[in-house]
């Protein structure tokens, strides 16, 4: 379920600039290091395009002073001084307008690999965690990383911080050009923009807080829409439309409420800005009129000088080009803090510990060599583990499919114990069935054989071997798993039957979908095994569905078999038909079954009753009913189960 909106593990809590999480900042521009000659290229041209707009305001006043009001005294004007000056501004111009394209271009270019790497090691870091995170976390909220958290990092990469750095370089330049220019005007300039400064400063720190927030209840929004996507069905036939608008609504008004605070400010931000420019213009237009007009001497970095008419026109341009980049530092900063807002959640889920293998034991392929087990360099049918010893020897144990549990206690929560005491033992070949209500903890027996959850005490030894040693990948590749849910992914029928096992030849699969009794309604497709399945293979029956899982689970041909209410959800002649097909992959196999119709557990080695986490009864099929116990209830129908 989707987390309340608040203070969380991915928000920063604040939304102030000098609250940004410094690690964070570092960690990000890390990635962007990595392009270090590319940027440097990029700085440069910032700066060149920064100082070309200050050059060709200065040329202002040569065209004017020297130009302009000399040829107004002349009876024949000479334009040719005046028309090589003009084209060495357009030259400037042209210098700076490239300088900016390149940079734009390049930044562009970063930005896209480093979002690429991001997400490279965000997808691989989530197949890294345990299957406890995700059942605990939102999946809209996950995607919401994918989406919008690194959307607001290509912004922040390709236009917020170079527009930064290039407002930045423009404020250095035009300041210097405006202190050779006049130190009096410069000096109204520098107070009317620590005026300023602190009109942005309020602005700023009002809106940053709800960009932070409008960053986390989009992720919640997102979480929200992607559960009621999965679950429309249920929604219409309980008639809960009405219910889940409202809550919707609420989420959503929260959103807008969030993204409406942090907009109204960050959007009011450069039309205040552009107008106190206006204010400035006028001002500075009154004092360079009052200093000409007054014969007040000029001074600059350069000396004494009187006040001309160029000289006061290049300095009312370079005003508008002074206060316009503050105006954008100043509105990209909300973008930056929401940026890092992104970047904070992105790094949170990739921080988060992976899921531990301390196993060192592998499957591997076998063969026998003068009556000894020994590796194989191929696919020979026969599978052993492999022990690496400390002396550097190693030794293999033929995978035989034998499963013990001795002592068994486990709970999904330190203080919630949900299975006690738990004691079996699957021979070889053997079919174990497991019945009990809902929540008694069948499935969760069989998570544990996969490894998804660690045990809190007792051991589970597969063919001898705890478990524990033996390395993840290796364990669930002996193992084949089909579920009530079949899972089937975009792509044609026989890659999703080949997903059980990457390297089976089409022939392989053919023949896994013969044995799982599915080859009859594959050929009745359009295409056959080439038709494309989409939206889950939504246009395949529950029934077929469920055939093609057990045709992956039959390729991948593993010693151990675990049928999870495979057949739970299908109608009773479909479930015939599934269950010849569950019928020969379980030949020859150890089998864990679990179901709620007895009907197909009835011919298992072994039936064990599951009541609140323990094992209330063992046995056959005969001697259950013959016990006359809870089996038996359930059996003759005096007790059903939930």
């Not at 959007?267 to 007009?293: K, Q």
């Not at 660690?454 to 705890?466: L, P």
């Not at 390395?471 to 193992?479: F, G, I, P």
């Not at 059980?500 to 594959?522: H, P, S």
Request: hydrophobic share 45%.
């Amino acid at each position: 379920m989707p987390r309340p909106i608040g203070k969380g593990p991915h928000g920063m809590g604040s939304g102030s600039i000098k609250d940004v999480n410094k690690g964070t900042v570092k960690r990000l521009l890390s990635y962007v290091g990595k392009y270090r000659i590319r940027l440097i290229f990029v700085v440069v041209s910032i700066i060149i395009s920064a100082f070309t707009g200050a050059i060709a305001s200065l040329f202002l006043k040569t065209l004017i002073d020297d130009y302009i009001t000399p040829m107004l005294l002349q009876a024949v004007p000479d334009f040719s001084g005046l028309f090589r000056v003009i084209l060495m501004m357009g030259g400037i111009y042209i210098i700076g307008v490239l300088a900016s394209l390149f940079y734009t271009r390049t930044m562009v270019s970063i930005s896209q690999g480093v979002l690429k790497r991001i997400r490279d090691e965000l997808f691989s870091k989530m197949q890294s965690l345990p299957i406890r995170y995700f059942d605990s976390h939102s999946h809209g909220d996950l995607m919401s990383h994918y989406t919008n958290d690194i959307d607001t990092l290509r912004q922040m990469i390709s236009q917020s911080l170079p527009q930064m750095f290039s407002s930045v370089v423009t404020i250095v330049a035009v300041l210097s050009a405006m202190l050779y220019l006049s130190l009096w005007m410069t000096g109204v300039v520098i107070l009317f923009v620590f005026i300023v400064l602190n009109i942005v400063k309020i602005i700023a720190g009002r809106s940053g807080k709800y960009f932070v927030e409008q960053q986390k209840s989009l992720g919640d929004l997102n979480g929200y829409i992607e559960e009621m996507i999965n679950g429309l069905k249920v929604v219409k036939v309980f008639n809960h439309e009405e219910i889940v608008k409202k809550d919707f609504d609420e989420r959503n008004e929260i959103l807008r409420d969030n993204a409406t605070k942090a907009n109204k400010y960050a959007n009011i931000l450069m039309p205040i800005m552009m107008n106190l420019g206006y204010v400035l213009y006028v001002l500075l237009a009154i004092v360079g009129g009052i200093l000409a007009v007054g014969g007040i001497q000029n001074f600059s970095i350069t000396g004494a000088d009187v006040v001309t008419l160029g000289m006061i026109a290049s300095f009312l341009q370079l005003s508008r080009n002074f206060i316009q980049p503050i105006a954008q530092v100043s509105q990209q900063l909300n973008a930056v803090v929401m940026a890092i807002a992104g970047a904070e959640r992105i790094f949170n889920l990739m921080d988060q510990e992976p899921e531990t293998d301390e196993g060192y034991v592998t499957l591997v392929n076998a063969k026998y060599e003068n009556g000894e087990v020994k590796e194989a360099d191929h696919r020979t049918e026969i599978w052993a583990w492999k022990h690496p010893h400390g002396d550097g020897t190693t030794t293999y144990t033929l995978l035989k499919g034998e499963v013990r549990f001795y002592d068994v206690d486990f709970g999904y929560n330190e203080d919630e114990v949900v299975l006690h005491d738990i004691t079996l033992y699957a021979e070889p070949g053997q079919k174990i069935a497991f019945v009990g209500a809902t929540g008694a903890g069948k499935t969760t027996i069989t998570n544990l054989i996969n490894r998804f959850y660690d045990i809190a005490d007792g051991k589970i030894r597969y063919d001898g071997i705890n478990i524990k040693k033996i390395k993840k990948a290796d364990l669930r590749r002996s193992l084949g798993i089909v579920l009530q849910d079949v899972n089937l992914f975009t792509g044609t029928v026989i890659d999703n039957i080949r997903y059980g096992r990457l390297d089976a030849t089409d022939e392989e699969c053919v023949e896994a979908a013969k044995l799982a009794n599915a080859d009859g309604f594959i050929r009745m497709l359009p295409e056959g095994y080439e038709t494309v399945l989409t939206g889950d293979g939504g246009g395949l029956s529950q029934g077929q569905r469920q055939l093609l899982s057990i045709a992956r689970a039959a390729v991948a041909d593993p010693p151990v078999m675990i049928l999870d209410e495979a057949t739970s959800s299908i109608d009773t002649r479909t479930e015939s038909i599934v269950q010849k097909g569950m019928d020969a992959l379980m030949k020859g196999r150890t089998v864990f079954v679990i179901a709620h119709r007895l009907s197909t557990v009835q011919n298992s080695n072994v039936i064990m009753v599951l009541e609140k986490g323990r094992i209330i009864e063992k046995g056959s099929h005969d001697e259950l009913v013959d016990e006359k116990g809870k089996y038996y209830q359930l059996y003759t129908g005096a007790f059903e189960l939930d």
